[in-house]
Structures are given as C-alpha cells and as structure tokens.
T-cell receptor
Framework: EAGVTQFPSHSVIEKGQTVTLRCDPISGHDNLYWYRRVMGKEIKFLLHFVKESKQDESGMPNNRFLAERTGGTYSTLKVQPAELEDSGVYFC?????????????FGAGTRLSVL | RKEVEQDPGPFNVPEGATVAFNCTYSNSASQSFFWYRQDCRKEPKLLMSVYSSGNEDGRFTAQLNRASQYISLLIRDSKLSDSATYLCVARPNFNKFYFGSGTKLNVKP
C-alpha cells in the first residue's frame, strides 16, 4: 500500500512568487493534516480536513496560505505571494479514524526555500 | 508558553544503556499522546500511542502522568539504530496535534 506522498520534495522560489504543494494521502484516509516546521522550531499544525471539508484551519499563518482538498482526495497548499519567513518543511499526514484513536502517517515533506 | 515542552538534549548514551525522556504538556484537556521518531531529514514515524496510563512495546515504555501533565519514554537496551530525534505529541481535540521540539538521542558504540 502506498504511503502519503508529497510533491515536490524540494522547491526553491523567490520572494513574491507563488508555490503550490501537493499531498496525496493514503487511499481511504478521510483525515488529512498539514503541518510546517521552520528551522529550529517544532512542527506546527496548520489545518485539518475531513474529506473535502476544513475542520480546523486555525494554524494557518495568514491569508497568503490557501489549502484545498477537492473531492476529498489529494490536497494542495498554495502560498501566494511567498515571503522569506515561509521557508521550512511542510508535512502532510493522513489518518483513518478508528474509534477516535486514529494514527497519523506522515509524508516525507516538501522543503520550501524562499530566497 | 509552548503547548508541549521537551528537553532538546542531546542525550549521549552507550549501547545497552537505559535512557528516559520526559515531556510536559500545558493543555489539561489532552486525551491522547504520541511518541514519534524522526531521523535526520525524514518524516516523523509513530513509535507509540498513549491513551491511558501507559503503553509498552518491546524495549520501549511510555508512561502518562495526568496529575503532573507529563509523558515519559523509556528505552531499554539502547541500540545504535535508536539514534534519532524523539517527538512528543499531545492531542487536545480531534483536530489538533501539538508537537514538542524533539529530544535528540545519540547511541554510541
């Protein structure tokens, strides 16, 4: 069974440009989470989808970030326009709730460098 | 104040040693806790879930102390392959997971 896949693995862009990150969860997983880790800091929650519905997006830094999950399958996270402080590793995780004790499986992450 | 706090380490131990990490959490509503292992430049991988007082899996034991709001991870008979960063995670509700910054473990021959 394929795990959580993220694309691209690494993106280098200039300040002001737009970048779109993609996450393909494990097939059948309704829950999809986005996280970000900036250098030297802990992994921080960004938002949570259940199928195509946003359950909690309180961790999104500002309105330059837009996440979508059309059809409840893969998800995209767009940053527009990118700023220097957006650099970091963006992780996606998915889970299939089992009585509330769901286990998250993480993708390998997208390393974003904004120059 | 951070939601989850961990000693960053590093903990440098010889092979075969027993090592323990502690993690404190601030949200008393947290019901579920997890220990993840993360190797350098890799994704976090689940090591253990803790829903009640504790959990044990082979050489790894996790203990939860709700009164003091901390979780511990004990590793017995350390192996070289245990070298990694260990992330403590608290889950206050269905939507959110709060990560600690991680504790680095180096197991030396």
């Amino acid at each position: 069974e394929a795990g959580v896949t993220q694309f691209p693995s690494h993106s280098v862009i200039e300040k002001g440009q737009t970048v779109t990150l993609r996450c393909d969860p494990i097939s059948g997983h309704d829950n999809l989470y986005w996280y970000r880790r900036v250098m030297g800091k802990e992994i921080k929650f960004l938002l949570h989808f259940v199928k195509e519905s946003k359950q909690d997006e309180s961790g999104m830094p500002n309105n330059r970030f837009l996440a979508e999950r059309t059809g409840g399958t893969y998800s995209t996270l767009k940053v527009q326009p990118a700023e220097l402080e957006d650099s970091g590793v963006y992780f996606c995780a998915s889970s299939q709730a089992r009585g509330g004790r769901d286990i998250q499986y993480f993708g390998a992450g997208t390393r974003l460098s904004v120059l | 104040r951070k939601e989850v706090e961990q000693d960053p380490g590093p903990f440098n131990v010889p092979e075969g040693a027993t090592v323990a990490f502690n993690c404190t959490y601030s949200n008393s509503a947290s019901q579920s806790f997890f220990w993840y292992r993360q190797d350098c430049r890799k994704e976090p991988k689940l090591l253990m879930s803790v829903y009640s007082s504790g959990n044990e899996d082979g050489r790894f034991t996790a203990q939860l102390n709700r009164a003091s709001q901390y979780i511990s991870l004990l590793i017995r008979d350390s192996k070289l392959s245990d070298s990694a960063t260990y992330l403590c995670v608290a889950r206050p509700n269905f939507n959110k997971f709060y990560f600690g910054s991680g504790t680095k473990l180096n197991v030396k021959p």
